[in-house]
C-alpha cells in the first residue's frame, strides 16, 4: 500500500481534499473513511459528493439511519454507507455493495465494524485531530494514489496560481488522455483547468515510432501553448492562457463560455457554420510557420500532414472498423491492396493548396461569441495536433461535422459561403483543386472517425462514440462519390465496407 499524509488546518481544508478525492474517483473505487466522531467524516464526504454532483448545495443527508444513501443521478453514481449501527460484519453482504461498485463508487464511513468482509479497498483515508486542524492519513492501491497525486498537483498548482480556496468541478474528458475542469474563483466566470499530462504514445508501431508520432498528434501541453498564442497573435479568438505549469501539463485558461453553434435541441445553427467556415477561409490566407514559440528559448515544430500520418489514420478503418464489420481481420493481401488504393488517392494531392490545419474543427470546439463580430465571433479552443496540410482538411471537418448531421444542402450552402470569401480574398484560389482536396480529406477523415470510435468501444471501454457510426458512414459514402476517391470506393465495393451499418 502506498500512503500520502496531509495537513487540513481548517473545514473548508478537508472539504476540499474531498474535492480533490472526488475527482480522480472512477466507477470500482471503493474508498474507506477512519476517524473518531467529530473527525471531520461529514465534511469530507458532503466535498466529495458535491463535487461530482457539481452543486455546493447538493443535499448530503447522514447515511447514519438508513446505513446507505444512494445518488445514482449523479455523473458518477456514488453509494454513501455508514456502518456505525451494523449489527454483524456479515451483515454487509446485505448492502449491494459489489453491485454498487459496478456502476459507481462506494465510500464507505466506519468500515472496521464490517472488517473481513468488504470488497478490496481502493484507498482508506483516516482523519484525526491535529492541534486546531486535523491530519489525512491516505493508503492506497498505487494506482489510485497515483490518480490522486495528481488530482492534488492540480490543487498545488492553482494555490501557486493565487487560487488556494478555488472550487474546482468536472467539466469533461474527451477522446484522449486530457481532461478538463471548472475553476470557480467567486464571482468571475469560472476559469478552465486543462490537465494534460504528457503522452508517451504507447508501443512502438513501425520504424521505431509510435502511432501518435506517425500520426504527428501532440504528447505534451506544449503544444497547446505555442499554437494558442501563434493563433492570438493573428487576430483568431483563442483562449487566453492564465497560468501554466508545463512539465506537469497544467494550464490555467480564459473560459470562452458554453454557447456554441447548434441550436437547445442540438441542431446546427446556419448562420453559426457560416461565421465558422468564413473564419477558416480567413486562416487559410495567412502565411504560417513551421515553428514557432512555447516559451523564451523554446519552440514548438508544426509538422507537415504527411504521406505516413494520411496513412496510419485512414489503417484505422481497416484494422478496427472493417474487423468488427466483417467479424473478421483483413488478410495480409487485403490491407496490401487497402492502403494501395489510399496511396493513389492520396498522390493527387501534390498540387493543393496547404494551410495550417486546426485539426478538429467541429461542433464541441467552436464556442460562440455572442456579441462579437468578424474572427471574434468564433472560439476556437482545440487546436493542439495542428499542422501543416491541404486546406481543405478543416472545411471537411467542419462541414462533415462528426457530432451532428449536416444534410447536403447545408453542406452546399457552407461550401458555397467558404468559397465565397476566399474569392474575395487577396490569396489565389483554384476551386476545383479546392473541391477535390475538399473530397479526398473528407473521405480520410470519416474513414479515421470510423475506426477511432470503433477502438474506443473496444480499447477503452468507451461505447457513447458508437452511437454516431451511422452519420460517419453516410459521410463517407458522400465524399466517395468524387472521382478522385475511384480507387478507394471500387476497393470498399468490391469488399462490402460500403454495404450495411454498424449500429451501437
Same mark, same amino acid.
Given at each position: 500500500m502506498t500512503s500520502l499524509v496531509v495537513d487540513l488546518p481548517t473545514a473548508d481544508d478537508t472539504a476540499r481534499l474531498g474535492q480533490d478525492v472526488g475527482l480522480c474517483l472512477r466507477k470500482g473505487d471503493l474508498v474507506t473513511l477512519n476517524g473518531d466522531l467529530g473527525a471531520g467524516k461529514s465534511t469530507f464526504a458532503r466535498g466529495l459528493i458535491r463535487t461530482i454532483a457539481d452543486d455546493a448545495d447538493y443535499d448530503v443527508p447522514s447515511p447514519t439511519f438508513t446505513i446507505v444513501q444512494s445518488y445514482p443521478e449523479l455523473r458518477l453514481p456514488v453509494s454513501h454507507v455508514d456502518l456505525y449501527r451494523l449489527s454483524a460484519a456479515d451483515e454487509i453482504d446485505e448492502l449491494g455493495l459489489d453491485e454498487a461498485l459496478l456502476d459507481g463508487a462506494v465510500l464507505v464511513e466506519w468500515p472496521e465494524r464490517a472488517q473481513g468482509f468488504l470488497p478490496p479497498v481502493s484507498v482508506n483515508i483516516t482523519l484525526r485531530d491535529q492541534g486546531a486542524g486535523r491530519k489525512a492519513t491516505i493508503e492506497g492501491q498505487a494506482e489510485f494514489i497515483a490518480r490522486l497525486e495528481r488530482s492534488m498537483l492540480i490543487r498545488s498548482f492553482l494555490i501557486k +496560481?493565487?487560487?488556494?480556496?478555488?472550487?474546482?468541478?468536472?467539466?469533461?474528458?474527451?477522446?484522449?488522455?486530457?481532461?478538463?475542469? &471548472?475553476?470557480?474563483?467567486?464571482?468571475? &466566470?469560472?476559469?478552465?483547468? $486543462?490537465?494534460?499530462?504528457?503522452?508517451?504514445?504507447?508501443?512502438?508501431?513501425?520504424?521505431?515510432?509510435?502511432?501518435?508520432?506517425?500520426?504527428?498528434?501532440?504528447?505534451?501541453?506544449? +503544444?497547446?501553448?505555442a499554437l494558442d498564442r501563434l493563433l492570438e497573435s493573428k487576430g483568431f479568438r483563442v483562449p487566453k492562457i492564465h497560468a501554466e505549469d508545463l512539465p506537469h501539463g497544467f494550464l490555467l485558461i480564459e473560459n470562452l463560455g458554453s454557447e456554441g453553434i447548434l441550436d437547445e435541441a442540438g441542431a446546427p445553427v446556419p448562420e453559426r457554420y457560416e461565421a465558422t467556415v468564413r473564419v477558416l477561409a480567413k486562416l487559410h490566407q495567412v502565411q504560417w510557420p513551421h515553428t514557432t514559440s512555447v516559451t523564451?528559448?523554446?519552440?514548438?515544430?508544426?509538422?507537415?500532414?504527411?504521406?505516413?500520418? $494520411?496513412?496510419? =489514420?485512414?489503417?484505422?478503418?481497416?484494422?478496427?472498423?472493417?474487423?468488427?464489420?466483417?467479424?473478421?481481420?483483413?488478410?495480409?493481401?487485403?490491407?496490401?491492396?487497402?492502403?494501395?488504393?489510399?496511396?493513389?488517392?492520396?498522390?493527387?494531392?501534390?498540387?493543393?493548396?496547404?494551410?495550417?490545419?486546426?485539426?478538429?474543427?467541429?461542433?464541441?470546439?467552436i464556442l460562440w461569441q455572442a456579441?462579437?463580430?468578424?474572427?471574434?465571433?468564433?472560439?476556437?479552443?482545440?487546436?493542439?495536433?495542428?499542422?501543416?496540410?491541404?486546406?481543405?482538411?478543416?472545411?471537411?471537418?467542419?462541414? $462533415?461535422?462528426?457530432?451532428? &448531421?449536416?444534410?447536403?444542402?447545408?453542406?452546399?450552402?457552407?461550401?458555397?459561403?467558404?468559397?465565397? =470569401?476566399?474569392?474575395?480574398?487577396?490569396?489565389?484560389?483554384? =476551386?476545383?483543386?479546392?473541391?477535390?482536396?475538399?473530397?479526398?480529406? +473528407?473521405?480520410?477523415?470519416?474513414?479515421?472517425?470510423?475506426?477511432?470510435?470503433?477502438?474506443?468501444?473496444?480499447?477503452?471501454?468507451?461505447?457513447f462514440y458508437l452511437k454516431h457510426l451511422p452519420r460517419i458512414q453516410t459521410y463517407l459514402e458522400r465524399a466517395m462519390g468524387h472521382p478522385a476517391l475511384a480507387p478507394v470506393k471500387d476497393w470498399c465495393d468490391k469488399h462490402g465496407i460500403l454495404a450495411g451499418r454498424i449500429d451501437a
Open positions: +496560481a493565487g487560487l488556494p480556496h478555488a472550487e474546482r468541478r468536472y467539466l469533461l474528458g474527451d477522446a484522449s488522455a486530457r481532461g478538463y475542469e &471548472t475553476i470557480s474563483t467567486g464571482s468571475e &466566470t469560472p476559469l478552465i483547468l $486543462m490537465n494534460s499530462p504528457y503522452n508517451p504514445g504507447g508501443p512502438i508501431l513501425r520504424d521505431g515510432k509510435t502511432y501518435m508520432q506517425i500520426a504527428h498528434l501532440s504528447q505534451s501541453v506544449n +503544444a497547446f501553448v523564451v528559448g523554446s519552440t514548438h515544430r508544426i509538422h507537415d500532414f504527411d504521406l505516413d500520418a $494520411m496513412m496510419i =489514420e485512414v489503417e484505422l478503418l481497416s484494422d478496427w472498423y472493417v474487423p468488427r464489420k466483417n467479424k473478421a481481420p483483413l488478410s495480409p493481401d487485403l490491407k496490401s491492396s487497402y492502403t494501395s488504393a489510399w496511396s493513389n488517392v492520396f498522390s493527387q494531392l501534390n498540387d493543393v493548396e496547404c494551410s495550417l490545419l486546426l485539426r478538429d474543427v467541429h461542433s464541441p470546439n456579441g462579437s463580430v468578424g474572427l471574434d465571433s468564433v472560439g476556437l479552443i482545440d487546436f493542439q495536433d495542428a499542422m501543416i496540410g491541404p486546406a481543405a482538411y478543416d472545411v471537411a471537418s467542419l462541414v $462533415m461535422d462528426a457530432r451532428v &448531421t449536416i444534410e447536403p444542402g447545408l453542406q452546399d450552402f457552407l461550401l458555397a459561403a467558404y468559397i465565397d =470569401e476566399r474569392r474575395a480574398g487577396t490569396v489565389a484560389f483554384d =476551386e476545383a483543386n479546392f473541391k477535390k482536396a475538399f473530397a479526398i480529406m +473528407a473521405a480520410q477523415r470519416n474513414a479515421k472517425i470510423l475506426g477511432i470510435f470503433v477502438r474506443l468501444d473496444e480499447r477503452d471501454g468507451k461505447p
